[in-house]
């Protein structure tokens, strides 16, 4: 298949989890690919997740806020960028509903800057990185469509509805050529240690308690990074403008099942469970139909759950030194709100 193709690349957020490993498998797999990397490296974004790419001839780093459109607008056009891949966001649900305001700040607010920023200087595709949070929850049966109702319902998934909604006002009002991709939710290296599964290992690691919110029967859709990275890409190359793309692997657990997953992976007993206060306003189920991307784009999911859920034990058993560093004290006074 071949269609659009991607030169110089602007990626917002690839000091983060799925952007670093975006960024890494870019480079790996388009070799006439050049890449700047911008990100405001908040408690989420850490360098030591491309450490290994700084010296790489294709690859930048410039440290930036996307809601800086000038700066932004400066370095489209210095650098002649033609596609931005946009991941960068307050991305945690909890975080969200300690405090909201950065939410909206970045990811409405730095949204309709970079989308600004991107029609000025006439980039020929925006990638419009979302989730299958903005659908809101499912009961027992269903899955989401790219045609079910937005119905977002923690401040996070809200605010990514928002970004959502203004990359879609850009491409019908202006024509910007604006690439929508939703995915579930994601598990692999370098993902921040507040998330389900970085989480739990290294609180198996450490043989704490770990706290599971309510019955622990809320259902996820997990998927590998990778997989998503490859469908973002598809996305980018194969995508139409104003199209919406959902990204999943069909693989749904309910979180008790993924936590003893888990322990037994780490060699921990399923007594360090600890059944907590159930998260406000947590979203019963997720399950993403993907059947679009999949027939559109040429993409499919490659990773297999089980060697995949080992492997990211693995990472994080052998990259302590990582994970370490990436907890900060900031994270630290976080969990213990
Ligand atoms: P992350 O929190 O690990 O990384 C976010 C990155 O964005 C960090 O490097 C951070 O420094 C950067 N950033 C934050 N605010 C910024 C700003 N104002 N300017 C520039 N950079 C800023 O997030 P992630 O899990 O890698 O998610 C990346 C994207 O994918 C997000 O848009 C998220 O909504 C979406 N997504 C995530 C998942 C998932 O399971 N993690 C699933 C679907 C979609
Ligand atoms: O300590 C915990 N205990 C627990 O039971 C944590 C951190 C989570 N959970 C539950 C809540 C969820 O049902 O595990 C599930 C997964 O939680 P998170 O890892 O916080 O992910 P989620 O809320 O599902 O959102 C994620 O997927 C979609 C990402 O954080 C989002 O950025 C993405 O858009």
Redesign the pocket.
């Known amino acids: 298949m071949s269609g659009y193709e991607i030169k110089k690349v602007f990626v917002?957020?690839?000091?983060?989890?799925?952007?670093?490993?975006f960024v890494r498998h870019l480079l790996e797999i388009r070799s006439e690919v050049n890449l700047i990397n911008?990100?405001?490296?908040?408690?989420?974004?850490?360098l030591e997740?491309t450490a290994d790419l700084t010296d790489h001839p294709r690859y930048t780093f410039v440290h930036?806020?996307?809601?800086?459109g000038e700066k932004v607008a400066g370095l489209l056009k210095d650098h002649k960028i033609d596609t931005i891949i946009?991941?960068?966001?307050?991305?945690?649900v909890d975080r969200s509903i300690l405090s909201g305001a950065?939410f909206v700040?970045?990811?409405v607010g730095?949204t309709q800057s970079l989308l600004e920023a991107a029609l000025k200087c006439g980039v020929s595709r925006f990638v419009q990185?979302?989730?299958?949070?903005v659908y809101g929850s499912l009961g027992e049966t269903g899955q989401f469509t790219e045609s079910t109702p937005l119905a977002p319902n923690s401040p996070?998934s809200a605010s990514?509805a928002g970004?959502d909604l203004l990359a879609r006002s850009y491409y019908h009002t202006f024509g910007l050529p604006v690439v929508t991709?939703?995915?579930?939710?994601?598990?692999g290296p370098?993902?921040?240690p507040e998330?389900l599964i970085p989480l739990m290992i290294i609180k198996a690691m450490r043989d704490e308690r770990l706290p599971v919110y309510g019955d622990g029967m809320n259902v996820r859709d997990w998927?590998h990074?990778l997989d998503?990275c490859d469908a973002v890409l598809a996305a980018a190359e194969m995508g139409l403008p104003g199209e919406i793309y959902n990204?999943g692997s069909s693989n749904e657990w309910p979180n008790i099942e993924i936590v003893k997953r888990l322990l037994h992976h780490v060699g921990k007993p399923e007594s360090l469970v600890q059944y907590v206060k159930d998260r406000p306003g947590h979203d019963r189920r997720y399950a993403i139909d993907s059947t679009k991307s999949r027939r559109e784009l040429g993409w499919a999911p490659k990773v297999n759950f089980d060697q995949g859920l080992a492997e990211t034990v693995q990472w994080y058993l052998d990259n302590t030194t990582w994970w370490e560093n990436v907890m900060s004290e900031e994270t630290q006074n976080y969990s213990e709100q």
Do not use: M, P, W
Not at 64 to 68: F, L, M, P, S, T
């Open positions: 917002t957020g690839g000091a983060g989890f799925i952007g670093s490993n911008y990100d405001a490296l908040t408690y989420a974004g850490n997740s930036g806020d996307i809601c800086d946009h991941f960068a966001a307050e991305s945690h950065e700040r970045t990811n730095g990185v979302s989730t299958d949070e996070y990514k970004a991709t939703r995915c579930s939710n994601n598990y370098y993902q921040f998330k998927i990074v998503h990204i």
